[in-house]
């Protein structure tokens, strides 16, 4: 049998999930709290905006992406961070067929070749959005798995890297606010990665696909650091996309915004191999990116529902209402982890969560640290994630009564 490098890879966390609920009948109606797919109406206004340019279908777009789209993309980074001065949409922008797209390719074209038989080092935290792993195996690196444990506010320490791991590091995934714990990186903690970056030659790459949406305060962004740091984007990437901001996530319209060099290469990468934006598509996303009434009218709703979990969950399952993004990051320790939890709650109440050990590897201690847990998504209107916390909290009682 041929075998590629990509066998030693896990199953993706959702074929994994259904194989381990496939056996149980569950006792109650389904809901799915598993995947973070919005269920919120995409804006309606941009039906009018896809049909005004529907003939342009029958045209292959460009690779740079059409001048509006850039154009709306820097002139959000500015009504947002404050970076007209740092962003020029002809430099610095590259629009993507969704995030996680480039944040897969970026490591084809910026891990070098092993030197002296040492392969390259790609860090990314634990757990993580399971696209870094795979573009660093694809790429011939090393995944290096970095703790993220709620003693350091569930974010990765990069100061406490050993030296000889950071002389071979190629990149540094970094997402805040954090997917699946919801932790928001202190504008200090993103400089000093920028800092580290620099000092040690790698790029860092900022996933900020949930920078919209938030519980108080707006987090802030690699662009807030860049500019506190001086304005220039050297060793910077930052990937942020439409999928939670618009409700668009079948759309796969998103944007990679950083170091001039490098987004000239990522052009000429992706002009050979990558798929680009239908041009239709490209006008539907300006048109998103360039309106904020929408933004706002969707965050008030995740908030809403952050707010009934609170006033449900008490303290239970270590419960903390997430700064940013859309998740539940529950412990389960207490009910014997988050595989069985997740198949308890499966059974008897009918939901679909993720256990924490699918989404997160093993660092080579003999223990995934994230087994405990479970990701829930809010993603469903308010009733209906009332009801389904609500089913959760009565399950697992019922488990310790």
Known sequence: MFATRFDVLPPSPFPRLAQLLAPI????EPIDLGIGEPKHAPPAFLKETLQNHFFEFNRYPPAAGQPELRQAIAKWAERRYGAGDIVDPDRHIIPLCGSREGLFNIALLCIPEPTDGLRSAVLMPNPFYQCYGVGAVAAGAEPV???????QGFLPDVQGLDEDLLARTAMLYFCSPANPQGAVAPIETLKEVILLAREHNFVVLFDECYSEIFLSAPPPGALDAVRELGGELDNVLIFNSLSKRSN???LRS???IGDADIIASFLKFRNLVAPQMPLPLQAVSAAAWNDEAHVVENRK???????????????????YAPEGGFFLWLDMSAYGGGETAAKRLWK???????????LARDPGTGRNENADFVRVALVHEKDLTITALSRMKQTMDEQVN
């Open 248 to 250: 668009l996530a079948g």
């Open 348 to 358: 008897k109440a009918g939901l679909r969560v993720v256990p924490g050990e699918y």
């Open 25 to 28: 009948e569950p006792e109650a």
């Open 254 to 256: 998103g944007f990679c």
């Open 145 to 151: 798995y970095l703790a993220t444990p709620r003693q």
């Open 301 to 319: 709703l995740y908030q809403e529902k952050i707010k009934a979990a609170a006033e449900i969950m008490g303290e239970q399952f270590g419960f």
